[in-house]
């Protein structure tokens, strides 16, 4: 096999396989075709995105859930693109293997395909993204198209799309009843237009499933039971940083009283003298 060949073919398992090279479009579809599950995590630093993707995450997404988690507001609706572009750089510059998804926010790409193809543009060539996620069924439909025919990987999002939280009334399960077919017809819909994948949050467990059987690329969910192709998680709800986390979230871990026990251990040091001591000086 030469070097070219082994650079595109596809890689093993997208959840830990090697690195050497990045995780495509190609691989995510192969993992489909082999039934195989595989994770995805936000991350918005170059630190965290290394140790997720030294772990073998094989999609990182700098969400625009960064308005919340990163920025401190209250919805993903006040993020900027100036605002995503440099996080996007920086989970770039720290992961080696992972395929790395932009959000795109807020304003950025509904007026449009116009507007949606300048904004992804900039994500890809400031920030070195590799594909774009887009909030939106139908409506969105032309600027899929425009992304898709540009040649950038486009990510698609169903379901709970927290940009429309205001028309919502609030984070709802959303795809009940009736709602559920037009849920149905908007992932066909992405898919002919060219969407690698949808993300589908908070919908009801049976719908996810007829939605994954549906489909020949991954749903991803986020909220929407264990029958999708793939699970995403925000890194602080997983971690156990966020203060009071959605249903959906499983707490792997107590980050939060974590830092807390380190942080009051150093204070306690600093404030009764005990570090620094000799080890952590300089002679
Ligand atoms: O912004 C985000 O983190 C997301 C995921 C929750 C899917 O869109």
Redesign the pocket.
């Known amino acids: 096999m030469s070097s070219a060949t082994s650079v595109t073919s596809p890689s093993t398992t997208l959840y830990g396989g090697k690195a050497g090279r990045r995780v495509t479009v190609r691989d995510i579809a192969a993992a489909k075709e082999r039934g195989e599950r595989w994770p995805m995590v936000?991350a918005y630093d170059a630190m965290t995105a290394r140790v997720f993707d030294e772990a073998g995450i094989p999609v990182l997404?700098v969400?625009?859930?960064a308005a919340m988690v990163v920025y401190g507001y209250d919805s993903?609706l006040p993020v900027s693109v100036d605002d995503l572009i440099p996080l996007t750089a920086a989970v770039v510059r720290g992961s080696a293997r992972a395929l790395v998804v932009a959000?795109l926010p807020f304003g950025s790409y509904q007026s449009s395909p116009q507007q949606a193809l300048e904004t992804a543009a900039r994500f890809m060539k400031e920030a070195g993204a590799h594909a774009v996620?887009l909030e939106g069924g139908r409506r969105i439909l032309p600027q899929v198209e425009a992304l898709v025919s540009a040649g950038i990987p486009v990510m698609a999002?169903l379901g709970l799309t927290?940009q429309s939280v205001n028309a919502f009334g609030g984070y709802r399960v959303q795809g009940r009843g009736q709602s559920g077919d037009e849920l149905m017809a908007d992932a066909k819909a992405l898919e002919h237009a060219g969407a690698f994948s949808v993300?589908l949050?908070c919908v009801p467990t049976d719908l996810a499933g007829r939605v994954t059987s549906a489909l020949s690329i991954p749903t991803i969910g986020?909220g929407a039971g264990p029958d999708c192709d793939a699970q995403?998680l925000?890194w602080q709800d997983l971690m156990g940083l966020t203060q009071r986390p959605a249903k959906f979230v499983k707490k792997y871990s107590d980050l939060a009283g974590e830092m807390d026990r380190a942080v009051r251990d150093f204070a306690d040091e600093v404030t009764s003298g005990a570090f620094p001591t000799a080890e952590h000086s300089y002679s």
């Open positions: 936000t997404l969400g625009d859930s993903t959000d996620k999002h927290p993300v949050e986020i995403v925000v």
